[in-house]
């Protein structure tokens, strides 16, 4: 069973890469246009690899929820992070969205160059206060140009069954932000492990809360907010 689990993670893996080089590169054309034309072109390549994923390894995935979200106005979505299959999925789920991530992934070659092409909110960790304001700064603003906003709040991967410090940048920008608030659990660690090459087969199921109202809440409270939805849905690991 395993070595299927190689050979398939192996096409995978082969075919995203190819599949990152050609989008990097060709999507440098799109850079004279507007957001949402690189966008358009560039998010497509995210929904090849969610395709691919399914064809090669029967990675697939169920959204609960999803009649919570409101896509006529665009959310700040705080989510549970184990893996790298939400960056891809999310392109797919939610409309047009700005990604929180740390700059110095702009730094690799091919994804760094895709990633720039979304203007994603790059941050540099160790600059503090510096590194808040600019998260609350460029997310209302963001979100005033009709962009989505993904925010992972304990900051790295987590592995199944386990859950990380919750920061306070996301519950800060929520509480300064206008829009819905959306807490977001899975899975996919269970499939695909952080750093992991193999990718098991398998339903990753996503859950999205209702609305999260913080007009009465403290930042304290929202973070608990996030904890106990994540808690809600995790996943003991099964060492398979």
């Known amino acids: 069973m395993k070595f299927f689990w190689f050979i398939g993670s192996l096409l995978y893996a082969i075919g995203q890469t190819v599949s990152m080089i050609l989008f990097s590169v060709l999507g440098q054309f799109t850079r004279p246009f507007s957001f949402q034309t690189r966008y358009a072109f560039m998010h497509y390549w995210a929904r090849f690899c969610l395709t691919w994923l399914r064809w090669t390894c029967g990675l697939r995935?169920?959204?609960?929820?999803?009649?919570?979200?409101?896509?006529?106005?665009?959310?700040?979505?705080?989510s549970r992070h184990e893996?790298?299959?939400e960056t891809l999925a999310f392109q797919q789920i939610f409309p047009r969205q700005a990604y929180v991530l740390k700059r110095e992934l702009l730094k690799i070659p091919f994804f760094g160059w895709g990633m720039k092409l979304l203007h994603p909110i790059a941050i540099d960790r160790s600059a503090g206060r510096q590194a808040l304001n600019q998260l609350l700064s460029?997310?209302?603003a963001r979100l005033k140009q009709g962009d989505w906003i993904v925010l992972f709040p304990e900051g790295t991967r987590m592995p199944p069954g386990q859950i990380g410090k919750i920061n306070v940048g996301g519950a800060m920008l929520a509480k300064k932000v206008n829009c819905p608030i959306y807490l977001v659990a899975h899975n996919a660690g269970s499939y695909w492990p952080k750093n992991s090459f193999i990718k098991r087969p398998g339903l990753i199921e996503m859950h999205i809360s209702p609305p999260l109202d913080v007009s009465e809440m403290s930042v304290a409270e929202i973070n608990q907010a996030i904890e106990d939805w994540y808690s809600r849905f995790l996943e003991k690991p099964d060492n398979k």
């Open 83 to 85: 893996s790298a299959w």
């Open 61 to 78: 995935y169920k959204v609960h929820g999803m009649e919570h979200v409101d896509e006529t106005q665009p959310g700040l979505i705080l």
């Open 138 to 140: 460029e997310g209302q």
